[in-house]
């Protein structure tokens, strides 16, 4: 019998987030009002800076291909950027820029990772790692991340799940969907084992801009190889510049493999618009008032999102550090993850299952603060009416 689609094609999961929101979109144009926790989709607009220096490279006509590798000019202030937030400077081919930091996942799986091979994961963790190591043919070898530990990632499970099979460790802090944010030592911890052992550190770093206690201590595990060796950043401009529609990000790492993730970009995406480089390029160098409005208010969000829910009969919800999402306990209702995230679409508003993003994820389920007070106040209620007359 022929197979009608390859067989790793059978293996390939969208992100839940969008599923949701595409479901939800459908019963707005119906008439139904939502309340939307479900996608990590900044509410704000894009810096007005940012606009018009794409706007600028625009009416100068640069709307050509580039360099797969991305304009020299922004790598260079890649480098520049990095030396400032993580004491060290790469080299200009250590740098690459992709469209987007959600595509530098399987760039960085595809380049390093063999069938049969095993990656080290966060569960809860980010759906797309989970889906590239399945569509690779590798396997995902999954470290919990537990309540009792404010969600951290240990480095004493990671080293228990170690084996002669084990190629990548993927870490995420501040992380999706939990807020964590892993402590410097914890971090330090992971890039020894991952030195140790000989093993591939991918250290997810899209969150790194958004925290919101101890912003200071932000460690990356690149401190102790520089990403010469074995550690691999990548970098976003999606979440705090408000740039999600824009596709841009930046990846730090050794020369061979970053130079096999620049040919993999270069045959399915061959480069990112010159226009779009511009924008990020003021978006890292240029006036940042705008960032810390955002971010001050997406604390107040926290804030209020954090307490509100507490106050709800069954649900419990820790203060996370770091990016734009809570992670609440809602065991206490008597209801699954899906069961809650069910009922609470019937009530107008949209969340995600906490086993949207692995199986210790059960039990919780996951609200994204990108929207306003106004509207979280509005979503709290309707929650609170939700689990009073289930």
Known sequence: MKYRLAKNALELKGQPMFNVLARVKDMERAGKDFVHFEIGDPDFSTPKNIVDAAVTSLEHGETHYQSSWGMHEFRTLVCDVTEKSRGFRPDLDQVLIAPGANILIYYAVRCLVNPGDEVIVPDPGFPTYYGVIDFCGAKAVRVPLLEKNEFRMSPEDVRSRITEKTRLIIMNSPQNPTGSVMTPKEIEEIANIAKEKDIFIYSDEIYSR?????????????????????????????????????????????????????????????????????????????????????MEEYKSRRDLLVK???????????????????????????????????????????????????????????????????RIIEGLKRIRLALETK
């Not at 130079?259 to 480069?271: D, G, I, R």
């Not at 010159?274 to 990020?280: K, N, T």
């Not at 390029?281 to 960032?291: K, L, P, T, Y």
């Not at 919800?317 to 609440?328: A, D, I, R």
């Open 210 to 294: 958004m925290m919101f206690e101890g912003g200071s201590s932000f460690r990356s595990p690149s401190f102790l190889d520089h990403c010469k060796e074995r550690t691999i950043v990548a970098n976003g401009f999606s979440k705090a510049f408000a740039m999600t529609g824009w596709r841009v990000g930046a990846v730090i790492g050794p020369v061979d493999v970053i130079e096999k993730m620049s040919l993999l970009l270069n045959l399915t995406s061959s480069c990112v618009p010159p226009f779009v480089q511009r924008g990020a390029m003021e978006a890292i160098s240029g006036d940042q008032s705008a960032v810390v409005v955002m």
């Open 308 to 374: 509100g829910l507490n106050e709800i009969s069954g649900v419990s919800c820790l203060t996370p550090g770091g990016s734009f999402y809570v992670f609440p306990n809602i065991t206490k209702t008597g209801l699954t993850s899906d069961e809650f995230a069910e009922l609470m679409i019937h009530h107008g508003v949209s969340l995600l299952a906490g086993n949207n993003f692995g199986q210790y994820g059960e039990g919780y389920v996951r609200l994204c603060y990108a929207t306003s007070k106004e």
